[in-house]
Nanobody
Framework: QVQLVESGGGLVQAGGSLRLSCAAS????????MGWFRQAPGKGREFVAA????????YYADSIKGRATISRDNAKNAVYLQMNSLKPEDTARYYC?????????????????WGQGTQVTVSS
């Protein structure tokens, strides 16, 4: 069992930066691929980024590529999402997820655990 708790969201002006954190409980954290997803009001949940269990491989949605960096610290049971050059269209609730394969997280399959999310609001 893995519990995920996100933090770091908030209100930021367009062009600003935020670093989201996801703290995981459970001894098996390092065996999971981790991902970030987001959901804007009235829209479906969408993939943002994923990282393999060892942190050696990362994947990004085209909408955020070049503006975000996903990383993890298995010693701290944590995964991070650094977002720069934020745009109003990045406004959404951001969710952390643990799954069985980073390379197919963009299809939202084989995801075992979800966090409750943290709100990111980007003002223009």
């Amino acid at each position: 069992q893995v519990q995920l708790v996100e933090s770091g969201g908030g209100l930021v002006q367009a062009g600003g930066s935020l670093r989201l954190s996801c703290a995981a409980s459970g001894r098996t954290f390092s065996s999971y691929a981790m991902g970030w997803f987001r959901q804007a009001p009235g829209k479906g949940r969408e993939f943002v980024a994923a990282i393999s269990w060892a942190g050696g491989t990362t994947y990004y949605a085209d909408s955020i590529k070049g503006r975000a960096t996903i990383s993890r610290d298995n010693a701290k049971n944590a995964v991070y999402l650094q977002m720069n050059s934020l745009k109003p269209e990045d406004t959404a609730r951001y969710y952390c997820a643990a799954g069985r394969g980073a390379h197919f997280m963009d299809r939202m399959v084989a995801i075992d655990y979800w966090g409750q999310g943290t709100q990111v609001t980007v003002s223009s």
